[in-house]
């Protein structure tokens, strides 16, 4: 579904250049949800944002259903195969445009007919009743825009969600409730999943198998029951999840 | 039993809005000791308004009200502001969720301790410069010699973070309130701000309140943790005794984390009930007031 091959990211000219990825490979197989842990600064994002076409400094192969990408540019094609959903449901939304506003957009551009039906079908399979379709950002709560931007994903009926910290800018019920609406969506539509958080119990719980960054290399790829076992092969795993188990006092 | 630093009965804080006037916190009773007390809830659940108002940082419209708020037996409420400024950062001082916007953008960071330093403990130049080192020191910064030097820009959220405690604690404050400040964080750092933390409770005695959303860290991290909804206290619990709760939110809240040793296939999702909102707290069952026994 994606491969992702020798991928360098940087930002700058030299001698300023950063090197944000350097040399990630991994591929995530249709139907699989891949996770990518790491810190602030590891380069988990910056690869989502590679693949989406958000950047163009980048080298190496990225390949979506085999198809090559390059640059920035990205078909139709591609947009009706991938979509992302962004971490802060606050940032993500315009203030100024209706729930209705956004998804019709949405599936506009994608050549839709028959608009009217498949909102009030988005807003069904998000959770949402159809009391939301003519509200606006700030009347929601920030798990109800999370579930708008989710259906503004999906509207594009892609197969390949990017999911960048989908939730950690929630509170852990509201975190439930939109990894449960995630885990149901992908077994009804046949998602395919790469999702990006810092929150190694939230990737145990997602997903299949998971890279392990630091520095911007991936350090690991290992399975989610390996995460669980706290069998990593690396000291930085084993570091990582160490300080993830919480804090104990020295 | 020694009295507490901070008692607060029936704590208020209300702001006006067109429909009429919304109350943050809603009767919230508290001691603090010589402890760390954890203060857990989701958003909007009043924990910051909590902080805040015991130093007079809600702004007006906002009103804080309350039947009792003494600090070592010190009316806190109805200070003048000069008077509030006396105890504000030198005896309570608050350590805010994100360095970014706590600190001053366009002053280095050593002049920022210094001048924070002078300004509740006064004394001179030169040796408001030595303790703004020790302290850098004393939260684990390399070099603080250079940090001085530097601009907010250009450490990292970790760094910042560190700095902020570093300057809240340079006038030996009694209470530290800490608002969300290791959220910002990545989990490595955390523990280390944690951990100075911790060692400036045990070794000067400091009263701590810790303002969180994260019940797990809490529990391992504080001696106590009152746990807020919609603006009240509905449960006070040990901090040992958190997988223990009876409160049936407080359980709700520690059954939504996925967790790392025990996958489920379903995430189960807090059922809300409106019955939380004004029923009485959870009867106390702790047998010791303060059980970090500081």
């Not at chain 1, 209706?98 to 019709?104: I, K, P, R, T």
């Not at chain 2, 009295?3 to 508290?30: D, E, H, I, K, W």
């Not at chain 2, 920022?112 to 002078?118: D, G, H, K, P």
């Amino acid at each position: 579904m994606l491969t992702v091959d020798q991928l360098d990211v940087w930002f700058g000219f030299p001698p300023d250049r950063v090197d944000a990825v350097q040399q990630a490979t991994f591929a995530v197989a249709p139907g699989e949800s891949f996770g990518l842990v790491g810190e602030s600064g590891s380069g988990k994002s910056t690869i989502l944002r590679a693949v989406a076409g958000l950047i163009d400094t980048w080298s190496g192969r990225i390949g979506v259903d085999d198809q090559p990408v390059s640059g920035t540019r990205r078909d139709r094609n591609f947009y009706k195969t991938v979509q992302m959903v962004f971490q802060d449901p606050y940032a993500s939304l315009h203030p100024r445009h209706s729930v209705d506003a956004v998804l019709s957009e949405a599936l506009r551009l994608q050549g839709m007919q028959d608009i009217d039906r498949r909102i009030a079908r988005l807003l069904d399979d998000v959770g949402l009743g159809r009391g939301f379709r003519f509200r606006y950002p700030h009347q929601l709560s920030g798990g109800q825009r999370q579930r708008v931007a989710i259906a503004r994903a999906l509207a594009a009926e892609p197969r390949l969600l990017l999911l960048d910290e989908p939730t950690s800018a929630l509170d852990v019920s509201v975190q439930a409730e939109i990894l449960n609406l995630l885990a149901d969506l992908r077994a009804e539509h046949d998602l395919t999943y790469v999702m990006v958080s810092h929150d190694l119990a939230v990737v145990a719980h997602m997903c299949d198998r998971l890279a392990v960054m630091q520095h911007g290399r991936i350090v690991e790829i290992m399975s989610g029951a390996a995460l669980r076992a706290g069998a990593g092969q690396q000291d930085y795993t084993r570091h990582l999840i160490q300080a993830s188990a919480g804090y104990s006092r020295a | 039993m020694t009295s507490p630093l901070l008692s607060v009965r029936n704590l208020r804080v209300t702001f006006p809005t067109r429909q009429g006037a919304f109350q943050a916190v809603r009767g919230v009773n508290f001691d603090l000791g010589r402890e760390r007390l954890g203060v857990v809830g989701e958003s909007g659940s009043g924990k910051s308004m909590t902080g805040r108002s015991l130093l007079g940082l809600i702004r007006p419209p906002g009103k804080v009200e309350a039947d009792r708020m003494e600090f070592h037996d010190q009316p806190l409420l109805d200070l003048s502001e000069r008077q509030m400024r006396k105890i504000r950062g030198s005896r309570i001082s608050m350590v805010m969720q994100d360095p970014k916007f706590s600190l001053n953008p366009v002053m280095k960071i050593g002049d920022q301790i210094i001048e924070a330093y002078r300004l509740h403990a006064g004394g001179g130049k030169a040796a408001a410069r030595q303790k703004a080192l020790e302290m850098l020191d004393a939260v684990q910064i390399r070099d603080p010699a250079r940090v001085m030097e530097t601009y907010p820009h250009e450490v990292s959220g970790g760094m910042g973070q560190r700095i902020m405690i570093a300057m809240m604690l340079a006038p030996d404050p009694e209470i530290l309130i800490a608002d969300e400040p290791t959220s910002a964080l990545d989990v490595s750092v955390r523990t280390e701000v944690l951990n100075i933390m911790d060692r400036l409770v045990r070794d000067r005695g400091m009263g701590l309140i810790f303002i969180s959303h994260d019940l797990n860290l809490v529990a391992q991290f504080c001696d106590r943790v009152l746990i807020m909804y919609a603006g009240r206290i509905v449960e006070t619990l040990a901090a040992q005794d958190l997988h223990h709760a009876r409160h049936p939110y407080t359980q709700g809240l520690l059954n939504s984390l996925p967790r790392l040793d025990a996958p489920i296939d379903r995430l189960p999702v807090l059922q809300r009930q409106d019955s939380w909102r004004d029923a009485e707290p959870m009867p106390d069952i702790q047998k010791t007031e303060f059980p970090g026994g500081l």
